[in-house]
């Protein structure tokens, strides 16, 4: 088993920052992928970014330029800058786990954390 533990959400206002962290724990792999995905009040679950055992990165293309996906191997941890907020990134964020290579698909995702809820006011 691994167990997922997110950090970081809060309260941010327009244009602001926010960096989440993942810390995993428990049963480990070398070709693992993490990922985020967030869900939004009324809105079903969707892909951010994620991160590959190689280094390799995969984002949505509302990420793409705002967001940064890395990863620590030597604290099991990874990373989410979250740059330039705005309103409709309002969303708890999850962090997941998989043992494979990268994927955008939920349910290739084998781990998942609790949730950080991120507000980000106008």
């Known amino acids: 088993q691994v167990q997922l533990v997110e950090s970081g959400g809060g309260l941010v206002q327009t244009g602001g920052s926010l960096r989440l962290s993942c810390a995993a724990s428990?049963?480990?792999?070398?070709?693992?992928?993490m990922g985020w995905f967030r869900q939004a009040p009324g809105k079903e679950r969707e892909f951010v970014a994620a991160i590959g055992g190689s280094g390799d990165t995969y984002y949505a293309d509302f990420a793409k330029g705002r967001f940064t996906i890395s990863g620590d191997n030597a604290k099991n941890t990874v990373y989410l800058q979250m740059d330039n907020l705005r309103p409709d990134d309002t969303a708890v964020y999850y962090c997941?786990?998989?043992?494979?290579?990268?994927?955008?698909?939920?349910?290739?995702?084998?781990?998942w954390g609790q949730g950080t809820q991120v507000t980000v006011s106008s």
């Open positions: 997941a786990a998989r043992v494979g290579l990268i994927s955008r698909q939920q349910s290739r995702y084998d781990y």
């Open positions: 428990g049963r480990t792999f070398s070709s693992r992928t």
